[in-house]
């Protein structure tokens, strides 16, 4: 035993257990612990202390079930972002997919105020979200972009902010509109269309969006899987790493026009922008740049992702220790 090291007999061994005990396990305070034991307060200090540099008391930070707290207070600072929450990956695609939505879901019950405007943009990760919804103030819901159907989701742009709406029972701005046109021209005709214009409109009023981040390659992006292959050889060499909401961005966090942009209906890269928060969901493999440059673009201040990505984010620090991003 190295309690003589200390100075402490087997007296004051006892009384340092029994303290221990007291306020570590039995939530007393000093004042009432030392007025109980007959000794100073300064001394139930001084047996605490010895407590924890001699063993007897030993703590242990256990993170919540199914998030890693570490990993996601090391990418919001060095980042920059105002919420990480880093979604634990041991499971199985589908189950990971659930947690995402689910932890997604909560972090914006946890940042939406009653003074908000609520933007939904599509994305499979987005209609996990909203699935996951439960309870949120009475706030508008506005549909940021056109519909897009995708192979194996039941689900469009107009039913997630619809759903959200129901939730919230709050006012919904939707409109019927594809995401991407054939022609630019066309799809400039279509911005006109007065549901259309209203709802894009007010994706400027938007104060909290919560979007999904694609990263330019097959299956990793809805967009991406929509087009042809000629539009998506012309965002590869223009230099594509990644959209969000189709607002097109490369790895270094540049903003990316394309012949694609003119064609689709969606907010503005200044809407998305100008929207003070926006959370952003990921999952999947292989979309670690496309997030590092959503970030580096400005287009994400939130982030709910999983593991594998994670890992990727802080790789791509490297031996980083000043708060920056490498």
């Known amino acids: 035993m190295t309690a003589p090291d200390h100075g402490l007999g087997p ?10 005990r007291r306020h570590y396990l039995g939530g007393e305070s000093k004042i009432d612990i030392a007025r109980e034991m007959g000794i100073s307060r300064f001394k139930v200090a001084r047996l605490l202390d010895l407590a924890r540099e001699l063993g007897v008391v030993r703590i242990e930070i256990v993170g919540p079930p199914g998030i890693d707290a570490e990993k996601s207070e090391l990418i ?6 105002g919420q990480v929450v880093v979604v634990r990956t041991d499971s ?5 997919r659930q947690r995402v939505g689910r932890a997604t879901a909560g972090l914006l019950a946890e940042l939406i105020t009653p003074d908000d405007v609520l933007g939904l943009a599509w994305s499979r990760a987005v209609n996990d979200m909203v699935a996951h919804l439960d309870e949120i103030p009475s706030v508008p819901v506005v549909q940021l972009c056109g519909a897009l159907v995708v192979d194996g989701e039941d689900s469009s ?12 029972g709050g006012r919904s701005y939707v409109f019927y509109a594809p995401l991407i046109l054939e022609d630019a021209a066309s799809a400039a005709v279509l911005r006109r269309h007065p549901a259309v214009r209203q709802a894009l409109d007010q994706a400027s009023e938007v104060t909290v969006a919560v979007v999904g981040v694609g990263a330019w390659r097959p299956g990793a992006s809805t967009i991406f899987d929509a087009c042809s292959q000629q539009t998506r050889d012309e965002g590869t060499t223009c230099g594509i790493a990644g959209e969000v909401a189709g607002v097109c961005f490369d790895a270094e966090g540049r903003l990316v026009d394309t012949p694609l ?7 503005s890269r200044e809407q998305l922008l100008a929207v003070p928060t926006v959370i952003a969901t990921a999952y999947g493999e292989n979309k670690t740049d496309a997030v590092i440059g959503a970030i580096r673009a ?3 201040s939130s982030l709910v992702t999983t ?3 994670a890992d990727g984010l802080i790789a791509a620090l490297g ?7 490498s």
């Open 11 to 20: 007296g004051e061994s006892v009384a340092m257990t029994e303290v221990a």
């Open 76 to 81: 919001r600072e060095h980042y920059g972002l």
């Open 92 to 96: 199985a695609a589908g189950e990971t």
């Open 157 to 168: 742009s107009v039913e997630v902010a619809t759903r959200a709406a129901r939730v919230s």
């Open 261 to 267: 942009t003119d064609r689709l209906i969606t907010l």
């Open 298 to 300: 400005g287009l994400v």
């Open 307 to 309: 593991t594998e990505i």
């Open 319 to 325: 031996n980083s220790v000043d708060g920056t991003a």
